[in-house]
């Protein structure tokens, strides 16, 4: 009985720390003015007939604050990589200099902003929902074992508390998040 007990809160535990990993992740793709090889992570490529990730198949740096610069391993591949920016429909537009392929990142509109801050808060929600309903399986499995009723609300109480820090740091990491998307 205590496994099955250790397994449920170990298992929700978990759900919520993935769930704020993703976050984070979602948070990486999120632009906040400064130029970044995130921005193009989610590019995918042609190479040779599979689709690869872009860093697969060329180096991606950021020399400056409003610069990505694209190097491939292999010269062929720089049309390839200009297709694939333009398929990912990430905003940028590329350009090559027969070398490798550069992307200037334009500067943030305060209408942007505010989009790109919605879409930050949009995560964050999805977040949130998805640690309330790891909350909810974690209580209807709990309801299943055949347990004292004190049991019951001390591990539903742990349960909750769990559930309360893991939408605190939600909301942290929205908050810096959203006043790096807001700082000019």
């Known amino acids: 009985m205590e ?12 759900a919520m720390s993935n769930a704020l990993k993703h976050l984070e992740k979602e948070f990486v793709n999120i ?8 921005m193009v992570g989610s590019v995918m490529v042609d190479y040779y007939g599979s689709q ?12 400056d ?15 390839v990589i200009e297709r694939g920016i333009h398929l990912a429909n990430i905003g940028f537009n590329p350009m090559n200099n027969g070398e490798s392929v550069i992307i200037s990142v334009p500067p943030l509109t305060e209408e ?9 808060k949009a995560a964050a929600e999805e977040s949130k929902i998805g640690i309330r309903n790891d909350r909810k ?3 209807n499995e709990l309801k299943n074992l055949e347990i004292s009723e004190d049991l019951k609300k001390n591990l ?3 349960i909750q508390k769990m559930t309360d820090l893991h939408i605190k740091k ?12 807001m700082t000019v």
Do not use: Y
């Open 65 to 79: 604050g409003m610069t990505i610069a694209i190097q491939p391993w292999e010269k062929s591949m720089i049309p």
């Open 137 to 139: 399986n974690a209580n």
């Open 52 to 63: 690869t990730p872009l860093s697969q198949v060329a180096n991606v740096s950021a020399p």
């Open 3 to 14: 496994d099955e007990i250790d397994f449920i809160i170990d298992g929700t535990r978990e």
């Open 170 to 181: 939600i909301d942290e990491i929205f908050a810096k998040k959203e006043k790096e998307i």
């Open 31 to 38: 632009r906040a003015g400064k130029a970044s090889p995130a």
């Open 112 to 120: 942007r902003r505010k989009d790109l801050a919605k879409q930050a």
């Open 156 to 158: 539903e109480e742990e």
